[in-house]
Structure formats: structure tokens, C-alpha cells
């Protein structure tokens, strides 16, 4: 099985802020990458698959990059309905599996 | 536009079982895998199961964690999935989602979730 690994736990930013969040693989993935991200009380929005492709209607804020075991979601400017948890999601082989997570909040 | 319902949850005892539906409407239902995720309470995200399209057989895979406890099917004439949850612990309190990527355009999408509280 692969292990997804996040970092950090926590982030505390401000608005405005160029944010960089790191997801590790345990073992090669390729591109099989998915960023979620999740508010309090909804599911998951689905932000980038590809480890680099932007989902309909993602601002271009957000992108991500990366291959094999590390990847990144970086988002350039924070905006206020940005502030949430961020989860990658490996889709290489079963079981798919999701990294902790990294929350976001406001500092 | 794409609907995911999800049914079924609510308060059971250690050992007890529940039957989860997913029903999808605004898509090509028999073409889709249909997976399960949930998230305990404070929790992060937990793949849990899918379920395959007539295509590739109906085969379903699951997780570790239920394995042998949790069974998939379908109804392509219902557009919709269940998850049959047996054996459930406290540890199986969550709330779950199903959840349908539509390969064609790339797009993910969730059910608003049903939540499963298991407590005696």
C-alpha cells in the first residue's frame, strides 16, 4: 500500500500570502495524483488531478506540480475562502489512499 | 446537473449492521466506478471501497480496514450503490460519501454524506 505524507500539519498564513503545501509518496506514483480540498461540514472540492491539472472552474490561483513521490500544491495569492484543509489522494494502484492532511488557517 | 444522494445512516450498536445507498442522478450511471470515502468525526479522509462498471465485471475492492465486514453492489436500473456495513464498531462512526469521477470530463463528484454513529 502507499503512504501519502503531508507537510506541514498546519499552516498559519495571512491573506495575500503565497502558500506552498508538500505531499510525499512512499513509492513512486507517477503522475496518479488528486489535491482535495475540504471546509468544515461539506466534502471534499476537487482542486487539481494529474498531480498538475486544474479542475473546471479552479482559479488559476492554484496548481500543482510534481511527479513520482513528491508533489506540491502551491497557491499564489490566499484568498479568504481558500483558508481549509488540503488533502492529496494517490489513485496509482488499490487502495487508493489520502494523505493526513494540511490545514490552513489564518494567522 | 450531477446529484449524489446518499441514505441510510444513523445511530446502530457495537455489532451491528446498516445498509448505505448512493444514488446518483445527471450521468451516464452505468459507465461509473462508485467508491465510498468516509471521515471519522475530526478526522482525515479514508478511501473505503469501489465498486467497478458492467464493463469490468462489477468487481469491487475494498479497504483493509473493512474488508470482509463491508460488501458493494449495485442497481444500474436505480442508479444506485449500497454499502451493506456489518460488524461495525465505534471505530466505523463517520460520516460517508460516495463519490463519482466522470472520466470523460474530468470531473469528481460527492454526495453530502451520511452519517454512521456507532455507540451503544
Known amino acids: 500500500e502507499v503512504v501519502m505524507t503531508q507537510s506541514p500539519a498546519t499552516l498559519s498564513v495571512s491573506p495575500g500570502e503565497r502558500v506552498t503545501l508538500s505531499c510525499r509518496a512512499s513509492?513512486?506514483?507517477?503522475?496518479?495524483l488528486i489535491w482535495y480540498q475540504q471546509k468544515p461540514g461539506q466534502a471534499p472540492r476537487f482542486l487539481i488531478y494529474?498531480?498538475?491539472t486544474r479542475a473546471t472552474g479552479i482559479p488559476d490561483r492554484f496548481s500543482g506540480s510534481g511527479s513520482g513521490t513528491e508533489f506540491t500544491l502551491t497557491i499564489s495569492s490566499l484568498q479568504s475562502e481558500d483558508f481549509a484543509v488540503y488533502y492529496c489522494?494517490?489513485?496509482?494502484?488499490?487502495?487508493?489512499?489520502f494523505g493526513p492532511g494540511t490545514k490552513v488557517d489564518i494567522k | 446537473e450531477v446529484q449524489l444522494v446518499e441514505s441510510g445512516g444513523g445511530l446502530v450498536q457495537p455489532g451491528g449492521s446498516l445498509r448505505l445507498s448512493c444514488a446518483a442522478s445527471?450521468?451516464?450511471?452505468?459507465?461509473?466506478?462508485v467508491s465510498w470515502v468516509r471521515q471519522a468525526p475530526g478526522k482525515g479522509l479514508e478511501w473505503l471501497a469501489r465498486?467497478?462498471?458492467?464493463?469490468?465485471?462489477?468487481?469491487?475492492q475494498y479497504a483493509a480496514s473493512v474488508r470482509g465486514r463491508f460488501t458493494l453492489s449495485r442497481d444500474d436500473s436505480q442508479n444506485s450503490v449500497f454499502l451493506q456495513l456489518n460488524g461495525l464498531t465505534t471505530e466505523d462512526t463517520a460520516v460517508y460519501y460516495c463519490?463519482?469521477?466522470?472520466?470523460?470530463?474530468?470531473?469528481?463528484?460527492w454526495g453530502q454524506g451520511a452519517l454512521v454513529t456507532v455507540s451503544s
Open positions: 445527471g450521468l451516464t450511471f452505468t459507465d461509473q466506478y
Open positions: 513509492q513512486s506514483i507517477g503522475n496518479k
Open positions: 463519490r463519482i469521477f466522470v472520466s470523460t470530463h474530468a470531473n469528481d463528484y
Open positions: 465498486i467497478a462498471n458492467k464493463a469490468n465485471s462489477y468487481t469491487a
Open positions: 489522494l494517490h489513485y496509482i494502484n488499490w487502495p487508493f489512499t
Open positions: 494529474g498531480a498538475s
